[in-house]
């Protein structure tokens, strides 16, 4: 079991060192450098620990931080997660559904819900379409081995 809390800026390192192992992998296999969180610096951390229509949560199982999501939204009722990240270590464990879960249910009024993956991450993708999110039809490539695709879901 897991639960998220509030990141704050003492959380920034950590997270950022977390991003960066957690993209790796992707980033060597598809070389996507001007998307890849991986590629990023601490100072996007910092912007979404601060941006003022978002959330950095901290995903924590057992006390120990293993990952994180973020959580935009547009007039209260429209929300995307971008990113979504776990250590390498932490992935395969069900957390990322569990934190997806816990960021659905903190925000009961939402109309809808959007994230984007990599076409090619299949089991990443298979997790979405499990959990109810239904491609919109965008996809856009970002070079020769890498396409994203977008995803939305309805809340009923």
Known sequence: MIHL???????????????????????KKYQDYDTNPANETIDRVYARIHHPTSTFLKIIADGQLVGAICIRWKEDVHFRISPLFLAPEAQGNGFAKQAMLLAEARYPRAKTWELSSLLEETKTCLLYEKMGYVETGVRKPLNDKATLIHYQKVMA
Do not use: G, K, M, N
């Open 5 to 27: 809390e509030p990141a704050t800026d003492s959380d920034a390192l950590a997270l950022f060192e977390l991003q960066v192992s957690a993209f790796s992998p992707l980033l």
